[in-house]
């Protein structure tokens, strides 16, 4: 074994390290040592937000950066687009909606294997919309080259970064969920925080004082919370905030459509939350080990959509709705899509209905410049209430 060389893990997945082709193995390893590197360079320990960071896009060999056939039933996780098109096709009504307003133009974020693209196009162009300049920023060059190739036919252009003075709607479908976090914990009384180390040539999780930015961020929780018990442990997206206060620069006038795993402040550090929301995919197996097989596993974190909203309205975005996934598609008319299909669609329909999957753990957030539509997605059950502004 080489210094830096992952151990078989205990327990359930000790089979799937066993099943793992040498290539793949020693793409971990890779990662590994350049991660180690980097602990090594910063004195002994880096934050996790960092280590998030490098499992997932550290260049040729992050999660995102790197491994193939991450998304899809022989992949690692599956998102909404490839359970069914009825999802771009709902979201289309939403978007033709606002195009009555806006110039035909759509900036996807994290656009996947492509699917939310090809289908909403498709959509947009059967509601009339035949012209939309569709752009998509993308940061994995492997995915980009996996969307070039199922979008050959449509009129699409890749960017690095949105430019400023952008008019239109831009998506982001569980993007802010893959964005790096800090974590920490409370030992009596003080804010620690969680990074990582090197431990017999093993990474470690190991705790420390928590830096200014994590202790002041933990502390206006607090105050608006309460204070979280000794013990308690979570994370905070500043990473995701930042992002929300961005898109403030980018767009000049338009529609933010945001879809992810996520609660409301009060919801995500609730007491019974006490360990936090970080989970881990691979091979459609969630865990709990972010340290486990770096850069061949996925990493997320559900999103404080308080704090999005908080920042957004900071930078002068208003919000325009917030509410769950299978609110906003059914009042899209997902169900007359279904219905207009014969009941093809319905087992996926269901998948992005049904509460124990998707449906109400997914929310979808809009956020706005310059645009006084009433949205047809939150026409009911719009939850903006409850994110408790600040």
Not at 176 to 194: A, C, I, N, W, Y
Not at 213 to 234: C, I, N, T
Not at 235 to 248: N, Y
Request: aromatic share 8%; hydrophobic share 45%.
């Amino acid at each position: 074994m080489s210094d830096f060389e992952l151990p078989a893990p205990e327990g359930p997945r000790g089979g799937a390290w066993a099943e793992l082709a040498a290539p793949a193995r020693e793409h971990s390893e890779r990662l590994v040592a350049r991660i180690a590197a980097q602990i090594r360079a910063a004195g002994g320990w880096i934050d996790f937000e960092r280590y998030m960071q490098l499992a997932l896009y550290e260049p040729s060999l992050g999660y995102y950066a790197a491994k193939p056939g991450k998304i899809g039933a022989q992949g690692d996780f599956i998102t909404a687009p490839e359970i069914s098109p009825l999802f771009a096709r709902a979201i289309a009504t939403q978007v033709a909606q606002v195009f009555s307003e806006l110039p035909p133009q759509v900036i996807e974020f994290g656009a996947g294997s492509g699917a939310l693209a090809d289908e909403l196009i498709g959509a947009l162009e059967r509601l009339g919309h035949g012209f939309v300049d569709y752009r998509i920023v993308e940061v994995s060059a492997e995915l980009r080259e996996a969307q070039q190739a199922r979008l050959a036919g449509r009129r699409v252009r890749w960017l690095e970064r949105p430019a400023s003075g952008f008019e239109g709607v831009i998506i982001a479908n569980e993007v802010l969920d893959v964005m790096p976090v800090r974590l920490f914990v409370k030992r009596s009384g003080q804010t620690m925080e969680r990074g990582v180390t090197l431990q017999d040539g093993a990474l470690r999780l190991k705790e420390r004082t928590a830096a200014a930015e994590l202790a002041q961020a933990v502390a206006q929780l607090e105050a608006r919370l309460g204070v979280f018990p000794d013990g308690y442990g979570s994370e905070i997206g500043l990473v995701a905030r930042g992002w929300a206060s961005t898109l403030a620069s980018w767009l000049a006038r338009g529609l933010v459509l945001l879809f992810d795993y996520g609660f409301p402040d009060h919801e995500y550090y609730h007491p019974q939350r006490a360990m936090g929301t970080l989970m881990c995919h691979f091979r459609h197996r969630a865990h709990a080990d972010p340290l486990w097989l770096p850069g061949l596993n996925d990493i997320t974190a559900h999103v404080d959509f308080s704090a999005i909203a908080d920042a957004a309205q900071a930078a002068h975005l208003a919000l325009l709705g917030y509410t769950s996934q299978a609110r906003f598609l059914i009042n899209c008319g997902l169900l007359e899509l279904v219905a207009a299909g014969g009941g093809s669609g319905a087992a996926g329909a269901l998948r992005l209905l049904s509460e124990a999957e998707m449906g109400e753990l997914v929310k979808v957030m809009a956020l706005a410049r310059d645009l006084q539509l009433p949205l047809r997605g939150f026409a009911g059950g719009d939850r903006s209430h409850r994110l408790r502004l600040a």
